[in-house]
T-cell receptor
Framework: QKEVEQNSGPLSVPEGAIASLNCTYS??????FFWYRQYSGKSPELIMS????GDKEDGRFTAQLNKASQYVSLLIRDSQPSDSATYLC???????????FGPGTRLSVLP | DADVTQTPRNRITKTGKRIMLECSQT?????MYWYRQDPGLGLRLIYY???????NKGEISDGYSVSRQAQAKFSLSLESAIPNQTALYFC????????????FGSGTRLTVV
């Protein structure tokens, strides 16, 4: 079983819609969770972090965390074609040594 | 200047050759990492270092070695490159507790022919 799982996609949404990206993790002791956006051939860039159960909003992005269900999600409101990228879920392992990444979900926002 | 600089950006090498990928950072962090990325497999940890004297293997360290020359420099070597080491390689650094995530370098695209 992979430690961090994501649907690989592609997830296609029309411009202006809400994109919902999901991630599950196996290490119940994990405390820190991050979402990265990666354009093709480029390095990942951090877009959201979340540490506590509930929602965290930053502009058009909302991260949601449910530690009991070991589930993290990212909502992108008013999706734009420029949001088309691969979104990586990253979980800081229980020992705080390194991040474990999911395989990423490819998002395509259609004009 | 970028916070994390990787060289070279692209490299094509032949099977059996030794190659070194270099990484330097200006964040002042002690923690540095090397990952490789393959389509569909995400980012996989090769080696990580918490200071100059502390180097640890990641999940896919076979065929690789590293050197931490200074706090700011962390190099990855392929002693005898093979085609399945063709991948995109990223260096990253983080604060002491990972609280702010990673800062990544721009990556090195390595092709072994």
């Amino acid at each position: 079983q992979k430690e961090v799982e994501q649907n690989s996609g592609p997830l296609s949404v029309p411009e202006g819609a809400i994109a919902s990206l999901n991630c599950t993790y196996s290490d119940r002791g994990s405390q820190s969770f991050f979402w990265y956006r990666q354009y093709s051939g480029k390095s990942p860039e951090l877009i959201m972090s979340i540490y506590s159960n509930g929602d965290k909003e930053d502009g058009r992005f909302t991260a949601q965390l449910n530690k009991a269900s070991q589930y993290v999600s990212l909502l992108i409101r008013d999706s734009q074609p420029s949001d088309s990228a691969t979104y990586l879920c990253a979980v800081l392992n229980n020992y705080g040594q390194n991040f474990v990444f999911g395989p990423g979900t490819r998002l395509s926002v259609l004009p | 200047d970028a916070d994390v600089t990787q060289t070279p950006r692209n490299r094509i090498t032949k099977t059996g050759k030794r190659i070194m990928l270099e990484c330097s950072q200006t964040k002042g962090h002690d923690r540095m990492y090397w990952y490789r990325q393959d389509p569909g497999l995400g980012l996989r940890l090769i080696y990580y270092s918490f200071d100059v004297k502390d180097i640890n293997k990641g999940e896919i360290s076979d065929g690789y070695s590293v050197s931490r020359q200074a706090q700011a420099k962390f190099s990855l070597s392929l002693e005898s490159a093979i085609p399945n080491q063709t991948a995109l390689y990223f260096c990253a650094t983080s604060d002491p507790h990972g609280a702010y995530g990673y800062t990544f370098g721009s990556g090195t695209r390595l092709t072994v022919v």
